[in-house]
């Protein structure tokens, strides 16, 4: 069986297989094939990137990677990365020029993460960036070079942990060339999507509207911190592709694009097809709601598509138009801030 997986989630495949695959590595990762490197480079490859930003190149490198454990999951190698300056990372971009070796490897089975520990299976163990196969890897054993780039899982600050660089092949018995390997980290951020348009409501009463087949709104409110429910009962909708009438889908989303939480049925035993977003603690801040028929479909960065057949009217309970009085200070609240940014 192959895996096309991240190194988080071979973690979790391998530890099904305790203690076969703790005893498998204490005899086949031995020190000929762990090879710990100790990567490090010089201040030439620390350069500011777009004013502000600074990124750090460590040296390229050269490794086998091989998996001998014969069991669903990783073998991986590792290099210990040093000499990274001071402060608090964020970004990768990383390429590799793959090719295979023995065992019938796929480069779209090669995967890496920078962690805390070398040892996957541990609870502990903090992995900072885990992101899968390369999006330019393929099904084949083509020579390629790999390359990735994105956001860290979890900022890293240089000391807080040692900093390695894990390598696998997820594929059992198999073996690749991992050639140049050249790792650069940088302390920019991920720039927050634009926000949809929406209708600004106020925390507390009901607000409800038309509804269109095929159609997605979106509601923001500014909310102080606590408990927070919003639900779609009373919502009068025609019937769905599965014959249900007022069945209903809602998502909540940050300021930064990311999906909190979404729901499509609030009780589908006792047949309530309206959706029910129930927050025991949410804290504060700015937050967008969409809402439809069934069945929309939720990813991060306000990314909505509905393929639903209903009409009719969509209710929105914990949400309602705010009140003149509030609207006025919220004007208020722009002015103060615009003055101050002048």
């Known amino acids: ?158 000391g807080s942990t040692p900093l390695y660089f894990l390598m696998g092949q997820t594929f059992s018995g198999s073996s690749a060339n991992w050639n140049n390997v050249s790792i650069t980290l940088g302390d920019d951020l991920p720039v927050p999507p634009t926000p949809p348009a929406s209708t600004l409501l106020t925390v507390g009463g009901s607000y409800s509207a038309p509804l269109a087949a095929g159609e997605v709104q979106w509601y923001s409110f500014n909310f102080a911190g606590g408990p927070l429910v919003l639900d779609t009962l009373g919502s009068t909708l025609t019937a769905s592709t599965f014959g249900a009438e007022n069945d209903t889908e809602m998502g909540l989303y940050n300021s930064l694009g990311e999906l909190i939480l979404s729901n499509d049925d609030a009780d589908i ?22 809402v439809g028929g069934f069945n929309l479909s939720f990813a991060d960065d306000f990314d909505v598509t509905s393929t639903a057949i209903q009409s009719g009217t969509i209710v929105i309970n914990g949400l309602s138009i705010p009140e003149p009085a509030t609207l006025s200070v919220l004007a208020g609240l722009g002015l103060v801030a615009l003055r101050r940014r002048k």
Not at 19 to 39: S, V, Y
Not at 95 to 102: K, R
Not at 269 to 290: C, H, K, R
Request: glycine share 8%.
């Open 1 to 158: 069986m192959r895996i096309a997986s991240s190194i988080l989630a071979a973690a979790a495949v391998a530890a099904l297989a305790v203690p076969a695959f703790a005893a498998d590595k204490a005899t086949t990762r031995g020190p000929e094939r762990l090879n710990p490197l100790n990567i490090q480079t010089g201040p030439s490859a620390q350069s500011p990137n777009n004013g502000s930003e600074a990124s750090f190149t460590f040296a390229p490198f050269n490794q086998v990677v091989a998996n001998s454990t014969g069991i669903p999951g990783i073998d991986p190698e590792f290099v210990l990365l040093n000499g990274l300056p001071a402060g608090t990372w964020s970004s990768y971009t990383v390429s590799v020029d793959w090719s295979a070796i023995a065992g019938d490897p796929w480069s779209e089975e090669s995967i890496w993460a920078l962690t805390s520990a070398t040892d996957i299976a541990n609870p502990a163990t903090v992995f900072y960036a885990d992101p899968g196969p390369a999006s330019n890897s393929a099904g084949n054993g083509s020579p390629v070079t790999l390359t990735w780039s994105g956001f860290f899982d979890e900022a890293y600050t240089t």
């Open 269 to 290: 035993v006792n047949d309530i097809f309206t959706s029910e977003l129930d927050f025991p603690s949410l804290a504060a801040g700015t937050y967008y709601l969409a």
